[in-house]
């Protein structure tokens, strides 16, 4: 029992070192400028800043525990990834058939409920969308998709 203790002493001590160490770690978290922004409606635009935003666009608002690691690294990873796949402040340099197809996935992503992600919903409750906010987004993607421009 006694070098059991002594164990799960190092071991907690060897953790907090690492935690320690991990903060020298420093991820980078930026908001390049806004080149353009994506038009949408009165009543959609808000709801994509409110759930959207913070990792498909340069105006994320990184929350504290983004300095903090290792959550930084996930934070960053998951802002980088968003922004990669759709980001509403590059809209107008996506050409004509990039747009119609993210919108598209924008579409489908709101009818199966995978945007936006459970975790980040669960400590982001002003992200939480209800079946009207969905399908309001859905319509928007619709209308906007069928639009010449796109814009």
């Not at 959609?44 to 983004?66: I, K, Q």
């Not at 400590?123 to 906007?144: D, F, G, V, Y």
Request: one cysteine or more.
């Amino acid at each position: 029992m006694r070098n059991f203790r002594k164990d799960a002493k190092i071991a907690v001590l060897v953790l907090l070192a690492a935690l320690v160490f991990a903060q020298a770690i420093r991820i980078e978290r930026t908001n390049p400028p806004v080149r353009s922004d994506v038009s949408a409606d009165p009543a959609v635009g808000p709801l994509l800043r409110r759930a959207c935003y913070d990792c498909h666009s340069n105006e994320t608002r990184w929350p504290w525990y983004s300095s903090v690691a290792p959550t930084s690294w996930l934070v960053a990873s998951d802002v980088s990834e968003g922004r990669r796949q759709l980001n509403f402040s590059e809209w107008e340099n996506y050409g004509r058939d990039a747009q119609a197809r993210k919108l598209k996935a924008i579409a489908e992503e709101m009818e199966d409920g995978e945007m936006p992600p459970w975790y980040y919903s669960m400590m982001h409750r002003e992200a939480r969308l209800n079946p009207a906010e969905r399908s309001q987004i859905q319509a928007w993607t619709a209308a906007k998709a069928s639009t010449p421009e796109q814009k």
